[in-house]
Structure formats: C-alpha cells, structure tokens
C-alpha cells in the first residue's frame, strides 16, 4: 500500500528543476543559530503556497501543519541553522555569506552539515503530499528547527510552545545527510547519536613579570596540567567498556611571551552514551579542575555550561517497522542498521517534551565515484563539504515520505 502511494508521488523531471534551484538558494544563503530570519520566511513562503498552516515557534522555527481528514498525526523535522564557516567547495553556488556571532564579531557562514538539504527535503516532501492527497490521511507537523548547531533550538521550540499550537504526533522522524555513499540510508535501533556537554573553564592565577616568576601564579601551567589530568578520565577512570570522550578544542591565554598572565580559558566538550557514565565523567572533570587549581594555590576557577545535548534515541519497534519499509521502498542493499555515532543532536527533545517516541537516521551524500577517487573525504562541520545534489537529494525525500506515509498513508 505504501509502494503504491511512493510511487504516486515520484518526482517529475519539472519538480526535480525546481528542489535542485531550492538547494542551491539555500545553500548560497546560509545564516547563523537562531538568526535564521531569511530563511524562515522562505519556509513560511513555500509552506503557505502548498496551502499549510504555519506558525513561527522558538524564535527562527517554522511549523507547517498539512491536514488531511481524519487519521494518524505524524510530525517530521529539518534543522535550518548553518555555521560560522568559510566555504571552500568551489561550487559555483558557494556562500558569501557573512553574519555576526554574540560577541559582534563578524564571520562567514556556510551550510557546513547539510542543513539546506534537510529543509530542501521536507520542503519537497510538503509539497508531494499537499499534491496527492488521495494517497493518504491524517494530518502531519512539519518542523523546520533553527539553533540545532547551538542545542538551543528544539528546546526553544518547545518552550515557546510547540505542542499547545501544533497538533501532538504519535511519532516524530527526523534525518541527516553525511558522507557515506548517496542512495543509501542508515539507521540505529536504540541508542542513535550521544550526548553532548560543552563548557568553557576560566582559570585565574597572577600576572607577572616573565624574568620573575616567582611572583605569578601561572595559569597556562596550572591549565595545562587540569589539561593532561583530565584525560586520564577516559583511560583510568572509566571501564574499559564504557564509551566516552573528553576533547579539549581550545585554550587561550596571554598576549605576550615575556609576561605571565592573570588569566587562561579553555573549552571541552565531552560525548557519552550512558547517563550514569555521563554524570561520572562531568563529576570528576570537576573535581579535577578544582583540584588542580586548588594545588597550586590559585583562586577557585569558573566553569561555565555553554550548551548540552540531549541522548538521541530510536524507539525499537518504531525503528524496525522504518527498517521494513526502507528495505522495501528504497532497497535492501541501500539500507543498513548501523552503530550508535559520537555525533550528537538536539531532535530527542521535541518528542521527549510529550514522551512520543522517535526514529532518527541518515543518508549518503557522495557518489561512488567519489568515494573510490581515495584521499580525504570532507565529513560534516568541513569547509570542503558538497554532497551530490543526486541522487542525494531525492533519497532524502524518498526516505521522508517512506517514514510518513508508513503511519499515514492510505
């Protein structure tokens, strides 16, 4: 029943013109987290000419609600935020773009994780169900979700509120495209993508004169010691068969090499799978920090949280239910159940907020030929990330209207 619902609904050669120039407008347009501003009109736009009804929710996000008689209520959800990037693609539709982080500081922007085909996708899905509305019913909640790269964005959503607007779906889909072979889609059943905590540690200490250090309290030594302390987490303090990882991704102190400064910082981020690890890990990279501060006499540190991820799960019934119908509609050989990634996602929150459960997967963006050409392969977050419009694209719609019409379709 599905098969013959798809295939009602195969893209035209007309319609496909049309989602390529959608993707590379989107794409030359890039804006920040939750400065999403031309990019939610363009979503309001389009949702509002196929006849949806929309609100705006958590600031930059976008709801399309397509309603179609009496049925089963499905939400589907795109993240539409780029990142502080300068591409370096090529492409001749490559952003120019510029926009400002919080601080003012003025940064060029690119759809570095694929975020424009994710709302080229749902878009294009939108529109093939608002054309054929014989080959289902029920009704389905578009999500277009800024701030996905910040974690702010689903959680605005909700708070702004979401589910008192919006009709409350039995289940939410979302998916994302990434460096694996195009035409095919990944999925994990349980345990999907990890959670994520990012802080940012001041470390105080004494400024001095470099030919007197006997009168500083160094914190570029005492950082680099909380530094090598606190990967000994990983490789002493957790079992071996424990999954996690605490990364340093930056450090910054001092303006010049003959003076000791006051001040140092530092950033982590840190991936686990577990809560109970999750809250070990977080609890001794504290006690580590203090600790340390506190050995060489320094005044207490400052930590401050700048976001956290939620665990990304997949119901497993819901998952192995999407797994038949992928295989099916989209190809045995072209669909894999894979691992849980270190990568993370905010996507949980939108369903955890009314306890629906959720299914969350992938989908190739680079042709064979690529893949086979060797050296490196740009993943998400790169400067050199350029998925192949096909047949990426139309893989992402298939796999968006193979999860929707699986609950909706007639």
């Keep these: 029943m599905i098969g013959n619902a798809l295939r009602d609904l195969e893209l035209t050669d ?33 949702l509002t000419a196929i006849g949806a009804e929309t609100f705006s929710c958590g600031g930059t996000g976008v709801v399309g609600v397509l309603r179609n008689g009496e049925g089963p209520v499905v939400g589907f959800r795109a993240d539409i935020d780029g990142l502080p990037i300068k591409e ?78 919006a009709p409350k779906p039995e289940i939410i889909y979302g998916q994302h495209v990434v460096p694996s072979l195009a035409g095919t889609v990944s999925i994990s059943r349980g345990t999907a993508m990890a959670m994520a905590d990012s802080w940012k540690v001041t470390v105080h200490g004494r400024q001095a004169h470099g030919s007197q250090p006997q009168e500083s309290i160094d914190p570029i030594v ?16 957790l079992d071996p068969m424990q999954s996690a990882v605490v990364t340093i991704g930056t450090f910054h102190g001092g303006v010049k090499e003959n003076i000791i400064p006051a001040m140092a910082e530092f950033t982590i981020n840190v991936r686990t799978f577990d809560q109970k690890v999750h809250e070990a890990v977080l609890t001794s990279i504290r006690r580590i920090i203090r ?36 295989r099916a509609m989209i190809g045995e050989e072209q669909v894999r159940e894979i691992p849980p990634m270190l990568a ?40 050199h990330f350029a998925p192949a ?11 968006a209207m193979t999860a929707i019409l699986s609950k909706v379709g007639c």
Excluded at 125 to 152: K, M, N, S
Excluded at 297 to 323: G, K
Excluded at 356 to 361: I, L, N, R, T
Aim: charged fraction near 20%; proline fraction near 5%.
């Design 14 to 46: 007309d319609e496909t013109v049309r989602m390529h120039k959608l993707y590379r407008h989107l794409h030359a347009n890039p804006e920040l987290s939750m400065q999403e501003h031309r990019t939610a009109r363009l979503i309001t736009d389009h």
């Design 88 to 165: 370096e693609t090529g492409l001749d539709y490559a952003s120019q773009a510029t926009g400002a982080l919080a601080d003012g500081t003025q940064v060029p922007v690119m759809h570095g994780c694929g975020h424009d085909m994710h709302i080229t996708a749902a878009l294009t899905a939108a529109a093939l169900l608002a054309d054929a509305t014989d080959a289902w019913t029920g009704t389905v909640v578009f999500i277009f979700q800024p701030g996905e790269e910040t974690a702010a964005g689903a959680q605005a959503m909700v708070d702004d509120g979401l589910w008192n607007r």
């Design 222 to 237: 005492l950082g680099a010691h909380m530094l090598v302390r606190l990967q000994t987490i990983v490789s002493r303090e």
């Design 291 to 326: 600790a340390e501060a506190e050995a060489s006499s320094a005044p207490p540190p400052e930590i401050e949280e700048l976001y956290s991820f939620p665990l990304c799960y997949n119901d497993p019934t819901a998952t192995d239910q999407l797994l038949q119908e992928f």
């Design 344 to 383: 993370s996602e905010d996507f949980g929150t939108l369903a955890t907020a009314i306890s629906a459960p959720s299914v969350y997967w992938t989908f190739g963006g680079y042709t064979a030929e690529t893949l086979r050409a060797g050296g490196h392969i740009a993943g998400n977050h790169s400067p």
């Design 389 to 399: 419009l096909e047949p990426t694209l139309s893989t992402g719609v298939r796999a």
